[in-house]
C-alpha cells in the first residue's frame, strides 16, 4: 500500500464524483447526486491517506529528515485538491445543493490528474530555506484559503449563468431545465459570500504566517517579491469583493464578477508567479 | 457663501466615507500592484536599459516604476485608502458604540410584534415570580439577563457576542496600525549585510544602498562557517555560522545560527545569508630540481609567483579537489628568469610521479592542499516596528474572524398583565448570520415554553 496508490484512487473517485454530478444536474435524480457525493467523500477519505502514507514514507525514505508532505508543486497541488474537497463537504453539508458540485469537483479533478501526469512525485529532502515549523503553518492557511475561493469561484460561475436567463424571463414561471436545478441567485450569491467569509481570514493568516516566517529567515516581513505582491492583490481583490456587498450598484453580477477574478489571481499568485516570475518562492516551482 | 461652502465639505466629507472609494481604491491598488511584479524593482539603470531600451526607461523613472511601491503615486493612493478607512470609522463607530453604551434593555412594541424571531405565552404565574424563573432559563439556556421595570411590564434583556459589532474596525484599526509599524522601522531600523571571514570579527555593517558602513556599538566574530550535504548528494542541508558577540571585550553571546535561526544582540539580528570564498586556498608543493636532484617543500598560495632555484619562479593558478575522479589536483605554471610565462600544466596529488613524464626543469609533485578560508555573508536587521506590526496582524486576524464568524445575539422578554394572566412575549435577533441563530431561537423558545408550563 502506497501513497502513490491511494493518490490514483484519489483522482478516480473525483473524476467519478465529478461526472456523476454533471449526470445530476442532467437528471436531477437524488439517487445520482447520492452516488456523486459518496464517491467525492472516498476520493477524499483517499486524498487523506495518500497525504498521510506520503508523510510516513518520508520518513522511510530520509529518516529523521522527514517532514510534512507540503514541500513542493506535486504535494501543495493534491493538497490543494484535498482542501478544495473539504471545503466543499462543509458547504454541501449546510446547503445541501448537489449542482454545485457540478462546479467545483472539477478543480479537484484536475489539480489531482495534473499533479499525477505532469509533476515530479519525487520526496526530497529539504533545503535550508524550508526547514522551519512555520512552512506548515504557512501552507495550511493559504490552501484552505485558496481552497474557498475555488468553491467561491465555481459557485459565482452557477451564478453568472443563471442570472442571465433570470433576467431574460423575469416574469416567466420558475426556470425549468438544467437551470431550474441550480439553487436560486439568492443562495448562490450566499454561497460565494459564506466561501469567501471563509477563504478570507485564512488567507490574511496565509499572509501573516508567511510575513513572520520571512521576518525570522530573512528579517523582513515584506519585501514586495512577486509572490507576496500577487498574495496582497489577492487580498485586496476579495477585500473589494466583501465591500461590494453593502455597496449599491456592486451587489449581485458585479460581485461575482470580482470573485472570478479573485481566484483567477489566485491560482497566478499559486502558480503563475513560480512558472512566470522569479522571486524568492523560486523552489516552490521544482 | 456660507451655505456652499458647509455643501463642499460635507462632499467631501461624503467622498471619503463612500464605500464607492474602498472598492476603487482596491482595485487599483491591485492593478498597479502587479506592475512591480512583472518589471523588475530598484535594477540598475544598465539593466533596464538593455531590456526595454533609454526612452522606456527614462519613462520608467518619470513615472518612478523602478521603485514603485514607494513612489509617491502609490504610496499616495495608500493615503487615500488610509483616509477612506479613518473616515468610514469615524462616521460609523458611534453607532456600533451606542450598543455598549446604551444597550436596548427595553424592546419596543415594533419589535415585539414584528421581530423575524418571535413567540408569545400567556401564564396564570405572577410576572415577577414567573420572570424570575425566566431569567434563570435564560441564564441557562444564553446567558444572565438584566431585568427591568418599566410602566407596570417587566422586562428581560441578554445579549452574547456584542465584541462581533467591532470586528469589523478591529480589522480597519488593525491596517492602520501595521503601516504604523512599517513607518517605524522605516525611520529608527535598518537593513544592513555584512561578510566576516572565518576567524575574524567586524564592529561594521553595510546599510542597504549606501556606500558608507555604521558601527554596530560592539563587535560580532565568525569562527566558522560550513556547509552540510543530504548524505550521498549534492543537496545542501545545512548553512551554519559560529558566530560570537564581543562587547565592551567580553564575549556575551556564543550562537551557531543557520537559514531559519538567527541571533539578536540588542535589538539587532544576524541572519545566515550568503557566504563565499575569503582568499586563496594554500597548497603544500613538493618540488624536485631535476639536475641536482635537490628536494624543495614549499607553502604556497594560489596565484602568487614563489621563487625557485635559478631566477625561475612557479604559481599555482587553480585547483580542483576532484579533477576528473582522479582526485584532487592543482594547475600550475613556470615562469623563466627573464620573466616569460610557461603553459600551464597539471599535478596530481594521487600520482606523485606523473609530472615526471613531463620532463621539465622541475618535477611537482602536490602533497596536500587547504580550502580557502570561507567568509559566511550575514543579513544585519534592526526593526524596532515589528512588534508593532505583529499586534496589527493579531488584530487583523482576530478581527476579521469576530466580523465573521460570530454575531450580536439577543433576546427580549416583556412580561405584562392582561386579561388577568400573565402575558410573555419574546423577540430575538441576530446583527449576521440570522439563519443559524433561528435554529437556536426555536431550540431556546422550547426551554422558555417549558419553563412556563412547569408552573401553568
Known amino acids: ?286 | 457663501m456660507a451655505h456652499n461652502q458647509r455643501n463642499i465639505i460635507d462632499r467631501t466629507w461624503d467622498f471619503f466615507c463612500s464605500l464607492k472609494l474602498t472598492i476603487i481604491t482596491l482595485l487599483l491598488l491591485a492593478i498597479t500592484s502587479i506592475i512591480g511584479t512583472v518589471l523588475q524593482q530598484n535594477a540598475s539603470p544598465e539593466e533596464y536599459i538593455r531590456e526595454y531600451g533609454q526612452s522606456n526607461y527614462e519613462l520608467f523613472v518619470k513615472l518612478q516604476f523602478t521603485d514603485m511601491y514607494h513612489s509617491w503615486w502609490f504610496v499616495g493612493i495608500l493615503a487615500l485608502f488610509s483616509a477612506n478607512l479613518i473616515c468610514c470609522s469615524i462616521k460609523n463607530f458611534p453607532r456600533a458604540w451606542k450598543f455598549v453604551t446604551s444597550p436596548a434593555l427595553i424592546a419596543g412594541e415594533g419589535t415585539l410584534k414584528n421581530s423575524v424571531n418571535r413567540a408569545e405565552f400567556s401564564s396564570k404565574e405572577e410576572p415577577q415570580q414567573l420572570a424570575q424563573r425566566l431569567a434563570g432559563t435564560l441564564e441557562k439556556a444564553f446567558t444572565k439577563p438584566t431585568l427591568t421595570e418599566d410602566d407596570g411590564k417587566l422586562h428581560l434583556f441578554a445579549q452574547k457576542g456584542i465584541y462581533s459589532r467591532f470586528g469589523a474596525y478591529i480589522t480597519h484599526l488593525s491596517i492602520l496600525v501595521i503601516m504604523l509599524g512599517a513607518i517605524m522601522g522605516t525611520v529608527w531600523g535598518y537593513k544592513a549585510y555584512v561578510n566576516i571571514a572565518e576567524g575574524t570579527s567586524t564592529a561594521q555593517v553595510w546599510p542597504r544602498g549606501s556606500q558608507t558602513p555604521m558601527d554596530l556599538g560592539f563587535e560580532v566574530r565568525c569562527d566558522d562557517f560550513t556547509v552540510t550535504y543530504y548524505d550521498g548528494t549534492q543537496r545542501p542541508k545545512d548553512y551554519t555560522s559560529d558566530l560570537v558577540v564581543i562587547d565592551n571585550g567580553q564575549e556575551v553571546i556564543k550562537k551557531t545560527i543557520e537559514v531559519n535561526d538567527p541571533l539578536t544582540y540588542k535589538g539587532i539580528t544576524f541572519y545566515q545569508s550568503s557566504y563565499g570564498p575569503a582568499g586563496n586556498a594554500s597548497f603544500k608543493v613538493q618540488v624536485k630540481v631535476r639536475e641536482s636532484g635537490e628536494v624543495l617543500n614549499l607553502r604556497v598560495v594560489q596565484g602568487q609567483n614563489t621563487p625557485l632555484p635559478g631566477g625561475y619562479a612557479f604559481a599555482v593558478t587553480d585547483y580542483a579537489p576532484n579533477y576528473d575522479r582522479f582526485g584532487p589536483a592543482a594547475q600550475l605554471r613556470v615562469n623563466t628568469p627573464n620573466g616569460q610565462q610557461g603553459a600551464p600544466f597539471i599535478v596530481l596529488q594521487q600520482f606523485p610521479q606523473f609530472d615526471e613524464k613531463r620532463a621539465g626543469i622541475f618535477s611537482f609533485t602536490l602533497a596536500g592542499y587547504d580550502e580557502p578560508p570561507m567568509y559566511t555573508g550575514l543579513s544585519v536587521a534592526k526593526d524596532p516596528g515589528v512588534w508593532v506590526v505583529w499586534v496589527g496582524c493579531f488584530m487583523m486576524v482576530f478581527g476579521s474572524c469576530g466580523a465573521f464568524f460570530f454575531s450580536h445575539r439577543r433576546i427580549w422578554i416583556c412580561l405584562d398583565e392582561q386579561n388577568g394572566k400573565t402575558r410573555v412575549r419574546v423577540a430575538a435577533s441576530a446583527h449576521r448570520n440570522q439563519p443559524a441563530f433561528s435554529m437556536a431561537f426555536d431550540e431556546m423558545k422550547k426551554d422558555l415554553a417549558q419553563t412556563i408550563e412547569n408552573k401553568a
Open chain 1, 1 to 286: 500500500m502506497t501513497s502513490s496508490l491511494f493518490f490514483n484512487i484519489t483522482t478516480f473517485g473525483y473524476f467519478a464524483s465529478m461526472v456523476m454530478f454533471i449526470a445530476y444536474v442532467a437528471t436531477r435524480s437524488n439517487a445520482v447526486a447520492m452516488i456523486a457525493r459518496v464517491t467525492g467523500g472516498a476520493g477524499f477519505v483517499a486524498n487523506t491517506i495518500a497525504i498521510g502514507l506520503r508523510w510516513y514514507e518520508s520518513y522511510q525514505l530520509l529518516g529523521v529528515d522527514g517532514r510534512a508532505p507540503l514541500t513542493n508543486l506535486y504535494e501543495s497541488v493534491v493538497f490543494f485538491a484535498w482542501s478544495i474537497l473539504l471545503v466543499y463537504m462543509l458547504i454541501d453539508f449546510k446547503y445541501k445543493q448537489p449542482s454545485v458540485g457540478a462546479f467545483v469537483l472539477p478543480f479537484a479533478f484536475i489539480s489531482m490528474i495534473w499533479a499525477q501526469l505532469s509533476l515530479s512525485n519525487a520526496i526530497d529532502p529539504l533545503v535550508p530555506a524550508l526547514q522551519s515549523n512555520w512552512l506548515t503553518y504557512h501552507v495550511i492557511t493559504c490552501f484552505l484559503g485558496y481552497a474557498a475561493f475555488a468553491v467561491a469561484c465555481g459557485v459565482s460561475i452557477m451564478y453568472l449563468i443563471k442570472i442571465g436567463k433570470e433576467e431574460k424571463h423575469a416574469d416567466e414561471s420558475p426556470i425549468g431545465g438544467i437551470l431550474g436545478v441550480f439553487p436560486s441567485t439568492k443562495v448562490l450569491d450566499d454561497i460565494n459570500y459564506k466561501a469567501i467569509m471563509i477563504g478570507f481570514p485564512l488567507l490574511t493568516l496565509g499572509i501573516v504566517t508567511g510575513a513572520a516566517w520571512a521576518n525570522y529567515a530573512w528579517g523582513t516581513y515584506w519585501s514586495w517579491d512577486p509572490k507576496e505582491t500577487w498574495s496582497l492583490i489577492v487580498w485586496f481583490v476579495y477585500a473589494a469583493f466583501l465591500h461590494a456587498r453593502f455597496t449599491r450598484g456592486w451587489v449581485g453580477r458585479r460581485a461575482a464578477w470580482l470573485s472570478i477574478i479573485g481566484f483567477a489571481a489566485t491560482i497566478f499568485c499559486y502558480l503563475g508567479v513560480n512558472l512566470v516570475l522569479s522571486g524568492l518562492h523560486s523552489y516552490g516551482g521544482a
